[in-house]
């Protein structure tokens, strides 16, 4: 697809990409794409060949390869009027409360600024990643972190089959996949897909993290130029289905949580602007317990110190505790910094209902 055992660009594969992310953003869909291929790129530059080389080989290929690769994305892009900004991440970054909410917040000003940002691990710093080159896993992370509708995991075969269609042409093609099970896991873990160092088993265990957020996936095949399009034409794929919407995924885990960490009382107003929608602000909050950091899950309360949600803190409880009652243009002078304008975004909080 984008990339050959060679090292060398598919530039006609990666232009008709580019014309397919155009479309979608002209029909005002956010686009992020994560896209492997550093390695592979790099190794040509450096002139090393990748399946003996050493780790530290592979990150210097990484370092070298990575310039290129995004540059091409770029380039193609811009092509078609579109901005794209690179963001190297590692699972680390995505399971971790507190890079998670940084990483979450730098995505989410890339597309509310229209820039498509183009994701990869970062190998050069990486260990265990590029010895199992797990993008697919990476993909799911990003999208459970963006609460995105849906996933689109490229491969060069168009679905999931109950064998390997290379081996046995009578291998059944499975279309939708209401629920992933244990046999089926273990049937992608004998079917072959891709050249690289993932598979189909790392994009059934992708799916597996999507679904779970809300997030609906696509195997599809990527051999093919203009494979989204080929999508909405109708292309054969699979659809793995998600259980519930992101949005209602991430309220169950807040509402499940048994690491709660600190309290936030609020006064009526704020209450009943939580009631409607809104954020918490820092000027409802009119008490502070308990220690906790940023990313961490804390206790929604109301003036009669009954839980009336939960939420993620936005700041570590001694901050709180200096911001609490104050308007967010005083944010700055308060903590020395210009901090974020809320203690709680309303997309990271949950409200319970009371009799």
């Not at 273990?186 to 050249?195: I, K, L, N």
């Not at 940023?294 to 505790?321: F, H, K, Q």
């Not at 609490?324 to 319970?352: K, P, T, W």
């Amino acid at each position: 697809m984008l990339v050959d055992e060679s090292g060398r660009l598919n530039r006609e594969w990666l232009n008709a990409l580019a014309t397919d992310v155009a479309a979608l953003r002209e029909n005002q869909q956010e686009v992020l794409i994560v896209s492997s291929g550093a390695i592979a790129i790099g190794s040509s530059i450096i002139g090393i060949d990748k399946r003996r080389a050493r780790l530290e080989d592979l990150q210097a290929a990484a370092a070298a390869g990575q310039v290129r690769l995004v540059h091409a994305y770029q380039e193609a892009l811009a092509q078609r009027d579109v901005v794209t900004g690179q963001v190297l991440l590692t699972p680390e970054d995505t399971e971790n409360r507190r890079r998670f909410l940084n990483a979450r917040g730098t995505l989410n000003k890339l597309l509310e600024k229209s820039v498509v940002p183009v994701l990869n691990e970062n190998d050069t710093v990486a260990t265990e990643e590029i010895r199992y080159g797990d993008n697919d896993r990476l993909a799911a992370r990003v999208a459970q972190l963006v609460m995105a509708d849906a996933l689109v995991l490229l491969s060069d075969v168009d679905g999931f089959y109950t064998e390997d269609p290379g081996r046995n042409p009578q291998a059944e093609h499975i279309p939708v996949v209401e629920s992933i099970t244990g046999e089926m896991l273990a049937m992608a873990g004998e079917t072959r897909s891709d050249v690289g160092t993932g598979g189909m088993a790392t994009k059934v265990q992708a799916a597996r993290i999507a679904t779970h957020a809300g997030c609906e996936t696509i195997v599809a095949s990527g051999q093919i130029e203009n494979p989204l399009r080929a999508l909405q034409d109708g292309a054969p794929c699979t659809v793995f289905r998600a259980t519930g919407t992101p949005a209602a995924a991430r309220k169950q885990w807040l509402a499940g949580a048994l690491d709660v960490n600190g309290e936030l009382r609020l006064d009526d107003g704020a209450v009943n602007a939580l009631q409607k929608g809104n954020s918490l602000l820092p000027v409802g909050v009119v008490g502070v317990a308990g220690q906790f950091n940023r990313g961490d899950v804390v206790r929604l309360t109301d003036s009669g110190g009954r839980e009336i949600g939960r939420g993620l803190a936005e700041y570590p409880d001694n901050e709180a505790l200096r911001l609490a009652g104050c308007q967010s243009d005083q944010i700055e002078e308060a903590l020395g910094y210009r901090g974020r304008d809320v203690m709680v975004h309303r997309n990271e909080l949950v409200l319970f209902e009371h009799d």
